[in-house]
């Protein structure tokens, strides 16, 4: 077979990104492949007579005379009797007789017979009888004229197209047929083979149906047929000698006069008359038969016709009923039959099965049938294959893309065995195509492909055909279907990695060997890719590129070294992927270099822009080394070589550069890598040095080198930028911004400094101190007028002033953080800032900003750095917390004299350590009314130690106050009663008192402060801005140890100064998270009146030498009473209003947050607290012990005053007066005493104010009684309304007992 007569295109329904599945289904499937069309005329015309069937038996015999004859009669009989026909004859036909039929044919250029020609007529008719027909043709008797143009061509065409039908291979004639003819004498042709067929042919063969009906089918029909073929087949041992015989080629057949035979040719004339339901009945008696005498060639016609009749009269039927029986046709064509032909018949049968499945658009069956067929031939194996393809896009409802994929890879693979090159390419194109995504118009999942084959292979009612036609209908209709099929094209990575690399390999070596390189290097190239390829055919296909690129290079160039000029490939091997990339500034210093924007809130450095892309991040000084970074990988399971590794750049001066022509050779020197071996699999990181040498920016485009140090190659490492959504177009397209990722600038102007951090630790105790030095040099030519620091847990790390040294300067001891002094006092009142900054950005050079609230904090910094300068910080870093911490610290360096107050963009260096915090102390703190005071309080401290074989000798404890001051309840010390043993605890008690010396001015205290600014932040367009005064706190010192620690020391009051901003902001944070933390510094004060902060200094006994502190801060001896509430009274005047509903509900929601945190608080308040005193008792004239009472009514409020009323209960009244529900024991007898005078007394007490009440007692006995039996009426007095809906009136009742001694003095 050829097809070269046929152009090989591309079907219709591929396109650039997958199959367009609508094309597909609306496509004629006789058009995708004209050669299996010139291939199923061939094969039906090379038909040729067969024993076991009478398709291609005689049936009526023509005999045709010319009138021009003198004896037309005579020359008829003639023909009649000749040799030929006679030897037909002699073959048989079972008894029938064959028709014959004479035809008298008149040339109209016979003029001279034209009146004769009837005469002549009649007698053939009454010597012949009724099968005789008379024909006049050739009634263009002139040539030149009398026939025009268009006539002519339209009778040519008639017979090259019979030729082209009959004949699709063979050549056209050089000779004009028909000449003669006209249109009128081909129109007589055509009506006298009709009235032939119509008068005679069909009826003799309806006639020869009634006679072999009436001989042989009906005395077999049902069991009386069956009874009968069984007696006589195991009975009459004469019968299967004189009806069958064996042929030439091996097989049984049975004689012309034989039943068989007979039944065979009575199926095959009433299937020729379509009477295909009758003729399907025959063929199934016939079966038997033939299956039982073991003729299988007999046998395997009858099944094929069996199959076919049930295909053509059958309305509804299932693929068993039908499949089946071609199935077994086939197979007994291959397997069973001897006769030469039988590969011939297998393919004719699966031919016609697969024409009948696509009448009736059955493509779902299709392919299991044209897979059967015999593989004697690659061309026919690749034509089966094919059209099993196209027969998956054309299965409903569900087309199966992959399966048309693989069954179109087949077919490539045949037609490569067959050399038809242009055919196995245009299949492995299809494929290709089909495996780069999914299909346009349907969208598939994973479980699809089970579904369709599920349903090609199950028993189940197919479709009837006329909803064939009708879905045939809506699929040919363009509109109707893009209505039920979304055209979308859903692309999707294949995870058919052989196929592809298959494909990819074939057409690449196709390509080779076409010349066509450019192509070749793509097919090849994408081979690589592929990591799941063996070794060997990894080796083979990096050989074949190799190769590839040598012969390209050698026909291009004409010598060897035109290699080397040849421009780089962009290939998949080494993988490296762009985004881990690194760019190190300096590579010799430790941390990271990056520009970057340091702001005065606390925040930590960020990067330019936010992280945008929009700029780089990274700059350095022109002369600086810059190291990059590659980690490459090789994904082949083969080693690789990379030769002359380096980076190919882009470069765009700037300043004073750009005026000058500046190439990235004279900008730039980057080195190379000589070589760079990978194995298998391997991953390795490369590093590439770029030396800038003058001012400009810098971009990296990708790695240059030679694989296998003969192939110039490339790889990208352009990464895209933030996707764009701001304009119409940006969203409903994808567009990047340019990204400057794997970029850096070079800048004249910027500083170079050399930052090291020595003796980091990794493991610390809680509260141990560890000293680390920070060394900054400056190795640039440009001075630095500002030098900052960051750190990211201000509460782990405190620092003393930077110092100048030289190189070799060692840094000088200076006594640590804890200074041990004698003349530390025990209290002392120190006036310190009370503004809350985050304490996270030290300035080391230059000035401190003057913004309120900054968090820049100076530590006497130097005024400048010099080239060629250099000096050293101590820093003290705690475990300020148990666990598992990263700690960040970032150094920071500008050489502008000014910037702005609230951004500075600065050069630099980032160090991170990770640091492992132990538990050593425990600390608690709990505080207990006093009974000796009520306006005092006892502090209970416990501490307790956590190390398994260490002891801790306690040395100090310090507390601030603004309010109280401490003293110990036992002033021992002795450090044994202080030494903390392994596993052991140990309790220190304080007395709390307000201090003597304070000044109680409610207006001026910070949290006064805090109300006034969280009305202004409510209620006020303008935002608060200022900052809380100084607060004056007291100093309370317990030292264990001759000498004590100045926590006045500026170094340690900042450190500790930190740990409280910490925790007071970590507590605003959860108690107030609709207030931004920006407005915090602005509105609330570090420490407030009432709070004690309290640290615990301790030493290590035994092992290294350790010290540390503990600290707990804002513990509130207080009333728990939230102040802010009052913030939420609106002004007077002055209230900003807002029309926008969102400002609305933002300020409704921090009133309802406030508002509801007070109440929870007012739940637990005591304000009033209740001391009882009892002077001499004196026994009166009756025997009774009258003694006077001084009661004591102190109020803990620093806000409000009481008006309270005070009921003195004697203890037989206690169930009259005390309400239900209230809990109010009493200890001794009910009658051992009882109040004398009045009992109740109305008076009022100042906020943080003593009233005394006056009163008696009288007692029966001398002895020890208890006095806690009283009742406190008490009613706020209000300098405002409060933001509450809550009343502060209380009722309170003693909560212990209070014994007194009765008696004389």
């Known amino acids: 077979m050829s097809a070269a007569c046929v152009e090989p295109a591309d079907p219709p329904f591929i396109g650039k990104d997958g199959v367009i599945l609508d094309a597909a289904m609306a496509d004629d499937i006789s058009t995708w492949a004209p050669w299996y069309t010139l291939f199923r005329q061939q094969w039906v015309g090379d038909m040729q007579p067969s024993e076991h069937e009478t398709f291609m038996h005689p049936v009526a015999c023509l005999f045709i005379a010319s009138g021009s004859e003198a004896d037309p009669i005579g020359a008829l009989r003639a023909l009649q009797t000749s040799a030929a026909v006679q030897r037909v004859l002699s073959c048989g036909d079972g008894g029938t007789k064959m028709l014959f039929y004479y035809m008298l044919l008149h040339d109209g250029r016979d003029t001279a017979a034209l009146q004769t020609i009837d005469l002549q007529f009649d007698q053939v008719r009454k010597t012949f009888g009724q099968n005789s027909a008379l024909l006049k043709i050739n009634t263009n008797t002139d040539l030149l004229g009398a026939a025009d143009a268009g006539e002519r061509i339209k009778i040519s065409s008639i017979w090259s197209s019979d030729i082209s039908a009959t004949r699709p291979l063979a050549a056209q004639p050089e000779k004009s047929y028909g000449e003669m003819l006209t249109m009128r004498d081909v129109a007589a042709l055509r009506d006298a083979v009709k009235l032939m067929l119509v008068r005679s042919v069909v009826p003799h063969m309806q006639y020869v149906i009634?006679?072999?009906?009436?001989?042989?089918?009906?005395?077999?029909?049902?069991?009386?047929?069956?009874?009968?073929?069984?007696?006589?087949?195991?009975?009459?041992?004469?019968s299967k000698a004189e009806n069958t015989y064996v042929g030439s080629d091996g097989e049984v057949y049975y004689r012309h006069k034989s039943p068989e035979a007979m039944l065979?040719?009575?199926?095959d004339c009433s299937f020729m008359l379509k009477d295909y339901r009758f003729a399907q009945s025959v063929y199934q008696i016939a079966r038997r038969d033939f299956q039982s005498e073991k003729a299988w060639l007999c046998y395997a016609g009858a099944q094929e016709m069996i199959g076919v009749c049930r295909l053509l009269w059958e309305v509804q039927t299932t693929k068993a009923e039908f499949d089946s029986v071609f199935d077994d046709a086939v197979s007994t064509y291959v397997h069973k039959t001897r006769t030469p032909r039988r590969h011939f018949l297998a393919v004719r049968c699966i031919v016609v099965y697969y024409e009948l499945l696509k009448h009736h658009r059955f493509y779902a069956f299709a392919p299991g049938a044209l897979l059967r067929g015999p593989s004697f031939s690659a061309s026919l194996t690749a034509l089966l294959n094919e059209q099993a393809a196209y027969s998956y896009l054309k299965a409903v409802p569900r087309p199966n893309v992959r399966k048309f994929a693989f069954y179109a890879m087949l077919a490539s693979q045949a037609f490569q065995r067959a050399h038809m090159g242009d055919l196995a390419n245009r299949c492995l194109h299809m494929v290709r195509v089909s495996l780069k995504g999914r299909p346009q118009g349907h969208i598939r999942t994973d479980s699809d492909d089970e579904k369709s084959h599920g349903k090609a292979t199950t028993d189940v009612k197919s479709p009837t055909r006329a909803s064939m036609d009708e879905k045939a209908a809506t699929l040919s209709q363009p509109a109707t279907y893009e209505a039920t099929v979304d055209k979308v094209s859903v692309t999707a990575k294949t995870k058919w990695t052989a196929i592809d690399s298959y494909i990819n390999h074939e057409l690449g070596r196709q390509s080779m060997a076409a010349h066509n390189f450019d192509e070749a290097f793509q097919y090849f190239m994408a081979l690589m890719g592929d990591e799941k390829t063996p070794p060997k055919l990894q080796s083979k296909y990096l050989q074949e590129l190799l190769q590839l690129f040598l012969e390209s290079s050698d026909q291009l160039s004409g010598d060897n070294d035109g290699r080397k000029q040849a421009s780089a490939i962009e290939l998949s091997i080494p993988s490296i992927d762009p985004q881990l990339v690194r760019i190190i500034m300096s590579p010799e210093l430790e941390g990271e270099d990056a520009m970057l924007e340091w702001r005065l809130d606390g925040s930590s450095p960020s990067k330019i822009g936010g992280g945008s892309g929009l700029q780089p991040s990274r700059c350095c000084s022109v002369g600086e080394v810059v190291a990059v970074l590659l980690v490459v990988t090789n994904p082949l399971a083969i080693g690789v070589t990379l030769s002359n590794l380096t980076l190919e750049c882009a470069f765009e001066a700037s300043g004073d550069s750009a005026t000058t022509e500046a190439t990235v050779d004279s900008a730039l020197d980057i080195s190379v890598v000589p070589t760079v071996i990978l194995e298998g699999e391997q991953t390795t990181m490369v590093t590439v040095q770029i030396v800038p040498r003058c001012a400009g920016s810098v971009s990296i485009l990708g790695a240059k080198y030679l694989l296998c140090d003969i192939l110039p190659s490339f790889k990208s490492l352009v990464l895209p930028g933030r996707r764009m959504n701001d304009t119409k177009d940006q969203r409903m397209g994808i567009v990047h911004t340019p990204d400057t990722t794997l970029g850096f600038s070079v800048n004249s102007d910027l500083p170079r400094l050399e930052v090291t951090v020595d003796d980091l630790p990794d493991t610390l105790m809680s509260g141990s101190m560890h000293r680390a030095c920070l060394r900054v040099a400056n190795s640039g030519s440009l001075a630095c007028h500002s030098v900052a620091m960051w750190v990211s847990h201000p509460s782990f790390v405190g620092i003393r002033p930077p110092r100048l040294c030289n190189d070799e300067a060692e840094l000088?001891?200076?006594?640590?953080?804890?200074?041990?002094l004698s003349d530390v006092k025990n209290h002392e009142r120190?006036?310190?800032?009370?503004?809350l900054r985050d304490y996270s950005t030290f300035v080391l050079v230059g000035k401190q900003t003057d913004t309120p609230g900054s968090s820049a904090h100076c530590v006497e910094p130097l005024g400048s750095l010099r080239p060629g300068e250099a000096f050293t910080v101590p820093i003290w870093i705690r475990g300020d917390r148990v666990g598992a911490h990263t700690l960040s610290l970032c150094v920071g360096a500008s050489s502008a004299a000014t910037a702005r107050k609230d951004l500075v963009v600065m050069r630099s260096r980032q160090f991170e350590v990770d640091l492992l915090v132990t538990a050593s102390l425990r600390v608690n703190a709990f505080v207990r009314p006093s009974a000796r005071n009520p306006r005092e309080r006892l502090l209970g401290v416990e501490v307790e130690n956590m190390q398994p074989d260490l002891s801790v000798q306690l040395v100090q404890t310090t507390f601030t106050s603004g309010f109280y001051e401490l003293v110990p309840v036992s002033s021992s010390k002795e450090s044994h009663r202080t030494l903390v043993g392994p596993r052991q605890s140990i309790s220190l008690v304080y007395r709390a008192r307000p201090c003597d010396t304070m000044v109680d001015k409610p207006c001026d205290s910070p949290e006064m402060f805090a109300v006034r600014a969280l009305r202004q932040f409510i209620y006020s367009s303008e935002k608060p801005s200022s900052t809380p005064?100084?607060?004056?706190?007291?100093?309370?010192?317990?030292?264990?140890?001759?000498?004590?620690?100045?926590?006045?020391?500026?170094?340690?009051?900042?450190?500790?100064?930190?740990?409280?901003?910490?925790?007071?902001?970590?507590?605003?944070?959860?108690g107030y998270p609709l207030i931004p933390d920006k407005y915090h510094s602005a509105m609330f004060p570090l420490f407030e009146s009432f709070g004690i902060d309290f640290v615990l200094f301790w030493s290590q006994v035994g092992g290294a030498e350790r010290a540390g502190h503990h600290s707990i801060s804002g513990i509130d001896l207080g009333v728990p009473h939230d102040y802010l509430v009052e913030g939420l009274n609106p002004p007077t005047e002055g209230a900003a209003r807002t029309?926008?509903?969102?400002?609305?509900?933002?300020?409704?929601?921090?009133?309802?947050?406030?508002?509801?945190?007070s109440e929870a608080a007012l739940r637990s308040e005591r304000p009033l607290d209740v001391l009882i005193q009892v002077e001499a008792a004196q026994q009166s004239d009756c025997?009774?012990?009258?003694a006077d009472v001084n009661i004591s009514v102190y109020n803990h409020s620093w806000r409000y005053g009481y008006q309270f009323t005070l009921d003195l209960l004697s203890p037989h009244e206690?169930?009259?007066?005390?309400?239900?529900?209230?809990?109010?024991?009493?200890?001794?007898s009910r009658a051992a005493w009882s109040w004398l005078d009045e009992t109740r007394h109305s008076s009022s007490v100042e906020p943080h104010g003593l009233t005394v009440v006056r009163a008696r007692l009288s007692c029966y006995a001398p002895g020890m009684i208890d006095v806690a039996v009283w009742r406190l009426q008490a009613s706020a007095i209000m300098p405002a309304a409060v933001f509450s809906s809550k009343s502060l009136d209380c009722i309170l009742y003693p909560t212990q007992p209070h014994f007194v001694h009765v008696g004389t003095v």
């Open 1214 to 1228: 206690l169930d009259q007066f005390v309400a239900e529900g209230a809990k109010m024991e009493h200890s001794g």
């Open 812 to 820: 000088v001891d200076d006594g640590g953080m804890y200074v041990p």
């Open 830 to 835: 120190v006036q310190v800032p009370n503004v």
């Open 210 to 238: 009634r006679i072999l009906s009436d001989q042989t089918a009906s005395e077999r029909r049902g069991i009386t047929g069956r009874l009968f073929s069984a007696g006589r087949r195991y009975l009459n041992t004469t």
């Open 1029 to 1070: 005064e100084p607060i004056d706190l007291v100093y309370s010192n317990n030292f264990f140890t001759e000498q004590g620690i100045d926590c006045t020391h500026s170094s340690l009051q900042s450190y500790i100064t930190r740990s409280q901003a910490h925790r007071r902001r970590n507590v605003l944070r959860s």
């Open 1139 to 1157: 029309w926008l509903s969102d400002t609305i509900h933002d300020r409704e929601a921090l009133i309802q947050s406030i508002a509801s945190r």
């Open 1183 to 1186: 025997s009774l012990y009258v």
């Open 264 to 267: 065979r040719r009575l199926a």
